[in-house]
Structures are given as structure tokens and as C-alpha cells.
């Protein structure tokens, strides 16, 4: 594509350049630029992009898009905001590929990777081509790529929607977080359905305020089309028992579609019963009412497939499809996983990282243990610390054996992340371990029949980061080892 062909959509035609390149490709790391690359400098929170424009040219960059002007030998665009941009040229330089799919973002604290992924066992179900974006992985059929992020910035966005295009994808659904709706990463991605599950306590360091916090969530369905076009409708999905909801409801011209249990809702579970195995409710929709039993324990399991099987009746899958997927649908990776070494004590791994999603899985876990709760946590470094006292109360008061440890310490001090946990809980038991392969042996050690380990935070991560190391690191394996090692 040449480069006044894109240009002319950043609709200022001072823009224009003489020399007009041909080009191959966008990037904004310098370290990914390859000949004919048009190279967009980006402003970072570590360091300035714009540091970087003379090594793209070296490399081959024929074109730079700036926030200043810089002296070199490839004409410099000057933009007042290259991230902006940087959303407005990835959409057409992509061709605009999610004009042309179905597309369903998940917004809200928690549940977002759980939400998708059933969302993406029914679309399946229904014999659809499916691709996913979130804090696994970049998933286009059964292939699986490494993310950094859970919403990946515009570019690799855009660049991902077009590969899925060539796969043949109709339908996507990703994870939409916080911060990159705050920063714009979602521009240019046109929604079909938003999700939202619900609003709690995270990310405070980034936000700030609660207030901020829901406001940045609240763009999603802000940003959802403003205008009534009855044959490319737009539907916000909410969640009737979360207050943000109401807000969200004004904040969006789509058509709403409301999903529940405690209050009136669209689509309703009722009746639930809850076993150590799994989960039966009836459910309640629009189109039929289905007695059915998911695979998934917990009253935050049945919220997540609520809003699952909201958006994909949003999407026009039949409900008999919807329940055949559901009640299949084994569980996600790391989150509520059971770990199975042939042991007489229950071993959980969870992804609980906020102290919402730790009380919820704790008070799940109470509802079924025969013995003592083993709760082994910790909080990540570089993030909302006043998530840590909060996350060491709940598990005091909701286990017997709570036993703080390391998370992803990044560059604190770990000793520190456990004090400021300690914290909240002064005049409590616990015990604080700061290896985390210690605090496991020590719990599995101390388990005996009936007993319930829940090690949280980590779920899915096969790593840990300790100052600016990745170290291999995976509750499951390490949790097997030692029962291997110590127990059997
Ligand atoms: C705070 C934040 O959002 N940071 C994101 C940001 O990093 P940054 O601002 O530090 O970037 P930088 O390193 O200063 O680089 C600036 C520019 O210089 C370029 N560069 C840099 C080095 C070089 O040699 N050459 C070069 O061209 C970079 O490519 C970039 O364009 O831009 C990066 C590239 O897109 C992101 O990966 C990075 O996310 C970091 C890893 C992160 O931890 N983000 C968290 C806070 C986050 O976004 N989390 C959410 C929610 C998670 C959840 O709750 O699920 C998420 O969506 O992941
Ligand atoms: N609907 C829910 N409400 C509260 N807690 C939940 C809910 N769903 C899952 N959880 C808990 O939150 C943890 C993380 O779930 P999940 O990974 O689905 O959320 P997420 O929103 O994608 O998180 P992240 O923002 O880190 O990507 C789970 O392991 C579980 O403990
Ligand atoms: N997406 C979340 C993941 C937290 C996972 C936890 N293990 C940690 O490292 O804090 C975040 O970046 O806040
Ligand atoms: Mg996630």
C-alpha cells in the first residue's frame, strides 16, 4: 500500500508526502521493522519510541510517524497523537477485518478468560470458525500464540483480526481489559456484543479511583455504535446484579440484553444446586427455559456462563446448541483446575488474584470441604497494592491454614509485598512462606484426607517473575511434585 493511500484517513491532507513509499508493513517496536516498514513512534511509560526512529531507518523503515519532528532521511509524519493514529492506519492498513466478523469483547474484573472461553465452546458447538484474544494466548482455531497482554495495542490487534480473516474466523471474542480501553488500544474494532461481568476491586495502581476504574470499563459499551442500524445490531450484554450496570445501561444506545440470578433479568438462573462435582440450575431464557448441569463449580461459575449464553444468544445460536456446550464444557485452564496425584486431600489451582475473586473461591470451596482449608497466596509486585491486606484478610478469615507466599514480585522486594499483606491481618494465624514451591511442599505436607489446597493467583502461568528474571514456575507441576515426593 502506498503510504498517501493511508495517510489521506488521517484526514488532514497537510499530511501528504512528497515522496510517497510503498508500504509493507506497520510497527511500533523498532526491533520488528524490516524493509518498506512504516515505523509509528510511540511515547512509552519505560521509554520514548521516538528514541528509536533512526534504528528503525536503519533497518529498513521507509516512513516514520511522529509526535515531533525528527531529523531523517524518510519523510516524518507529524501527528498530535500516534497511538490514535497508530488505531486509524492499523484498521485500514488490515482492511478493516473486524468490519466483516462477528465480534464479542468481555469486559469486568473477573471471569473475562472464563467468559470467552465458553462463549467459544458454543460457538464451536454451533460449528462456527472461532478465534480468541485474551490473557492466554492469541487463539485462531487450535492454534495458540504467546500474548503479552490480555488486550493486545491496536496494531497487533488489527494485524490478528486480518490473519484470522485468512483462517477463515467468523467470529471472534477477546478479552477486553481496563487498561486498554483507557488507552485507546480497542479503537477500530467494531463490536458486535460487549459483555460485562461485573466490577470490583483491581488494578488501582493504573485507575486510581474506583470511579475511574469503572468508568474506563464503561467505554466499551459507550463506544458500542450510537446509531440505530437495524441490520447491523449492536447488543450490550449486563449484569443485572452489578450496580455498574445501570450506568453502562446509559452510557449505550445498543440494545441491552440482561443476564442474573438475584434480580429480574432476561436470562435468569434459577433453582441452582450446587455439588462438589458441579452445578444444576434451570435456565431461564427469552427463547426457552432448559433444565441444565454445568461441569463448573461455584454461584461466580454460573455468572459466567450466564453471560455466555447471553452473548451468544445475542449472536443467533439456537439454545439446544447453547446447552449441549455448556454442560460439555470442562472448565478453563487454572482456574478452580483440580490437581490429581492420586491423593486423599483435594488440590486446587485458581487464578484468583483480587479479593473478590478470592472470597468467591474460598467461599465455594468452604461450601464442599469435608476438612481443613489449606489457602496458599500471594499478591503481584508492580501492581494495586491495596489489593495485598484485603487478599490476606479474606483468606484468614475464609481458610484454616492461610499461608502467605510470593506471587510475581517483579521488581519489589518480596519480603515487603508479605509485610504490607501482614498488614491486614495483625492478631491473626498464618503462616508466611516466601518461596512459593516452599509454601506448597509445606501445605501438601501438612494435608490429610478431606483437607482442601487451594493454591491461588497464578492459575494458567507456567512462570514466575522475580525481579527482571522469568523463572519457570507452575502450580500444578510443582503441586504434583511434592505430593509425588512427600505424600505417596
Ligand atoms: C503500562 C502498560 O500498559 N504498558 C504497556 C506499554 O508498555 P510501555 O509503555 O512500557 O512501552 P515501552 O517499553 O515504554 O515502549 C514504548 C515504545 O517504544 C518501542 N520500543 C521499545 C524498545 C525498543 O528497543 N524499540 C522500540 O521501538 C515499543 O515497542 C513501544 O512502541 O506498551 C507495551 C506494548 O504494547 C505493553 O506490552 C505494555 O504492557 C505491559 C507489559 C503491562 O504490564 N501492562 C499491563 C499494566 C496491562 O496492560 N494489563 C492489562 C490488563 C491485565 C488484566 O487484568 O487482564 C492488559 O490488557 O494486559
Ligand atoms: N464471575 C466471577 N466473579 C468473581 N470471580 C470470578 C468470576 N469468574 C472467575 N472468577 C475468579 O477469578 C479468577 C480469574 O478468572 P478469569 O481468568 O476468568 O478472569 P479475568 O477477568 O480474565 O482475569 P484477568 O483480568 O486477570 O485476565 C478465577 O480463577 C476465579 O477465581
Ligand atoms: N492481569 C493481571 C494478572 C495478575 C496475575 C498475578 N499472578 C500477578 O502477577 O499479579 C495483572 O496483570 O494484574
Ligand atoms: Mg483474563
Do not use: W
Not at 102 to 120: D, P, Q, R, Y
Amino acid at each position: 500500500m502506498k503510504l498517501n493511500d493511508l495517510l489521506t484517513f488521517l484526514h488532514d491532507d497537510s499530511l501528504l508526502s512528497l515522496k510517497n513509499p510503498t508500504i509493507s508493513s506497520l510497527e511500533m517496536d523498532s526491533r520488528e521493522v524490516k524493509p518498506g516498514s512504516l515505523f509509528i513512534c510511540i511515547k512509552g511509560y519505560t521509554v520514548d519510541g521516538h528514541d528509536f526512529a533512526q534504528k528503525a531507518v536503519d533497518q529498513g523503515a521507509v516512513a516514520i510517524l511522529a509526535e515531533r519532528n525528527l531529523d531523517l532521511d524518510v519523510p516524518v509524519i507529524v501527528v498530535k497523537d500516534t497511538k490514535r493514529s497508530m488505531a486509524v492506519l492499523a484498521d485500514i492498513f488490515y482492511g478493516q477485518p473486524t468490519h466483516s466478523m462477528h465480534l464479542i469483547g468481555v469486559t469486568g474484573t473477573n471471569g473475562k478468560t472464563t467468559t470467552t472461553h465458553i462463549i467459544e465452546k458454543i460457538f464451536n458447538e454451533a460449528k462456527k470458525q472461532t478465534g480468541l484474544i485474551g490473557t492466554m494466548y492469541i487463539k485462531i482455531g487450535d492454534e495458540q500464540k504467546e500474548v503479552k497482554n490480555t488486550t493486545p495495542e491496536s496494531l497487533t490487534l488489527q494485524k490478528t483480526f486480518a490473519e484470522m480473516k485468512e483462517q477463515n474466523v467468523s467470529h471472534a471474542i477477546m478479552e477486553v481489559s481496563s487498561h486498554a480501553l483507557h488507552l485507546g488500544r480497542i479503537h477500530g474494532c467494531d463490536f458486535n456484543v460487549a459483555v460485562f461481568t461485573n466490577l470490583t476491586q483491581d488494578h488501582l495502581d493504573y485507575h486510581k479511583t474506583m470511579e475511574a476504574y469503572k468508568y474506563a470499563k464503561g467505554l466499551l459499551f459507550a463506544q458500542l455504535g450510537n446509531k440505530f442500524d437495524h441490520n447491523d445490531l449492536k447488543i450490550a450484554v449486563l449484569n443485572e446484579d452489578e450496580e455498574a450496570s445501570e450506568e453502562f445501561k446509559r452510557m449505550t444506545s445498543a440494545k441491552i440484553l440482561t443476564y442474573g440470578i438475584d434480580r429480574p433479568a432476561d436470562i435468569k438462573a434459577e433453582n441452582i444446586k450446587m455439588t462438589s462435582k458441579g452445578t444444576m440450575f434451570q435456565l431461564v431464557t427469552p427463547v426457552g427455559t432448559r433444565n441444565v448441569t454445568i461441569q463448573m463449580v461455584g454461584k461466580f461459575s454460573v455468572y459466567n456462563v450466564l453471560a455466555a449464553v447471553s452473548a451468544s444468544l445475542a449472536s443467533s445460536v439456537d439454545l439446544d446448541t447453547i446447552v449441549t456446550a455448556i454442560e460439555s464444557m470442562e472448565g478453563v485452564r487454572g482456574r478452580f483446575e483440580l490437581v490429581d496425584g492420586g491423593q486423599d486431600y483435594t488440590v486446587i489451582v485458581d487464578y484468583a488474584h483480587t479479593p473478590d475473586s478470592l472470597e468467591n473461591v474460598l467461599k465455594t470451596v468452604k461450601q464442599f470441604a469435608e476438612g481443613r482449608i489449606f489457602c496458599i497466596v500471594g499478591c503481584g509486585g508492580d501492581r494495586d497494592k491495596t489489593k495485598r491486606p484485603l487478599m490476606a484478610k479474606i483468606a484468614v478469615t475464609y481458610s484454616d491454614e492461610p499461608v502467605f507466599t510470593s506471587d510475581n514480585p517483579r521488581s519489589e522486594d518480596p519480603q515487603v509485598i508479605l509485610q504490607e499483606m501482614e498488614e491486614g491481618v495483625a492478631g491473626n494465624q498464618y503462616t508466611s512462606i516466601i518461596s512459593r514451591e516452599e509454601a506448597i511442599s509445606y501445605a501438601v505436607k501438612k494435608a490429610q484426607k478431606g483437607d482442601v489446597i487451594l493454591i491461588a493467583g497464578k492459575g494458567h502461568e507456567t512462570y514466575q517473575i522475580i525481579g527482571n528474571k522469568v523463572f519457570d514456575f507452575d502450580d500444578k507441576e510443582i503441586a504434583l511434585n511434592a505430593i509425588n515426593t512427600l505424600n505417596l
